[in-house]
């Protein structure tokens, strides 16, 4: 008897510590699941992105009208296109409008959280933090950045350090473009000459009566680009009156974008060793304005329509429909076509409508080009040709 009691007691002492402990695993277990939930939400609130690049902007992710995105940008990073200060067109350099914010660095990238907005009426452009952003008005959608605690960044003053002593201030590292000698040059010609300088500034000369040649990028444009063609796409001259400007040398860039401003057409490249900017009179780098686009509609046109009728003027673009039961007409080029080529015929080359159901398309008139290369696309073969005063490309 007096052995049993002696077990018992022994069991007893074991058994208590234990459920002792499970009760607390037990209540513990029962508060557990809200305190995650609050986590989590609070992480889907602004969800982690990928590592990305410098040049993505708002447009290219894939979030509404007030979604949060956390965004991780890797070091050596170039600046980009930029509307606006403190809220930025959604067609901004997500990367460079941190850094204008003060937010980041080039040299360092790091970590940031945007906003999805609705679109502004306008846009306030400024500089600051070494990068400028350029002014417009209304745009369609927006983004702000948002802080650690969940508030929208504020633009604040940009603070100029007090002078540590009443001495001079030194004399700037970079010398001012006026003081660069004048270099004549053709309307060929392109940077590959200086692409080894990087940080050289040229100072070049254009003479009049230029025609268009080929060049990749926007406001930053591969070496092997021509810089006076570069030059009329920036704005900065014209075809017909040359002109002055100053370029300055740069490294290559991962990828090149494409567009048409003031009647010229860039291509879009992948990665390039060298390129080049332009610089304004202060010693800026100049950065490309969006073009005002307007659209003239042609609602019922034949299939012999070209666009040699229509004067090239920059952001002006036609929207031509086709009726069905179309015939193929003269076309000459591939993807930029002459402007007497038959523009539904083209159309269908470029695989965007058929003879047998017409349809609807947009182009966008540009200079001509110095030759036009010739191939056959969906049924239709088009021609080759030399030089010529006028061209279309497709937009969509």
Request: aromatic share 10%; proline share 6%.
């Amino acid at each position: 008897m007096e052995f049993r009691r002696l077990a018992a007691m022994v069991l007893v002492a074991l058994v208590l510590p234990f459920s002792f402990t499970s009760c607390l695993l037990l209540e513990e277990a029962l508060l557990t699941p809200s305190e995650a939930e609050t986590t989590m939400a609070v992480k889907d609130s602004a969800p982690m992105g990928p590592k990305v690049d410098w040049l993505l902007t708002a447009e290219g992710l894939d979030a509404s009208v007030g979604q949060r995105v956390t965004l991780k940008f890797p070091p050596n990073g170039q600046v980009s296109s930029v509307w606006g200060t403190g809220i930025y067109t959604n067609d901004s350099s997500i990367g460079s409008a941190a850094v204008h914010m003060g937010l980041l660095t080039f040299e360092k990238g790091g970590e940031v959280t945007i906003e999805i907005r609705n679109g502004q009426a306008s846009y306030e452009g400024s500089a600051r933090n070494g990068v400028s952003s350029s002014s417009y008005g209304e745009w369609g959608g927006s983004f702000v950045f948002i802080d650690t605690y969940g508030k929208e960044v504020m633009v604040t003053a940009l603070q100029s350090p007090a002078p540590i002593a009443p001495e001079p201030a030194p004399k700037q590292v970079v010398p001012s473009p006026k003081q660069e000698p004048q270099v004549a040059i053709d309307w060929g010609t392109d940077a590959s000459t200086w692409s080894a300088e990087v940080g050289k500034r040229v100072s070049l000369t254009l003479p009049p009566d230029g025609s268009a040649r080929t060049i990749w990028g926007t406001g930053v444009y591969t070496d092997d680009s021509s810089i006076g063609t570069a030059a009329v796409h920036m704005g900065l001259i014209t075809f017909p009156q040359g002109g002055k400007i100053t370029i300055e040398i740069r490294g290559g860039y991962e990828s090149y974008e494409g567009s048409s401003l003031n009647g010229v057409s860039s291509d879009a490249y992948g990665a390039w060793d060298a390129s080049f900017v332009f610089i304004d009179a202060k010693g800026n780098v100049i950065l490309p304005q969006k073009p005002s686009s307007t659209t003239i509609e042609i609602p019922s046109a034949d299939w012999s329509i070209s666009a040699a009728q229509w004067e090239v003027k920059p952001g002006v673009r036609y929207s031509v429909t086709l009726p069905p039961g179309g015939s193929a007409g003269s076309v000459w080029g591939t993807d930029i076509y002459t402007n007497d080529s038959s523009i539904g015929t083209a159309a269908v080359h470029a695989g965007l409508i058929t003879f047998n159901a017409g349809g609807k398309v947009t182009l966008e008139l540009v200079e001509g080009k110095p030759s036009y290369e010739g191939s056959t696309r969906n049924g239709v073969t088009s021609s080759s040709y030399g030089n010529w005063g006028g061209s279309y490309r497709f937009v969509r």
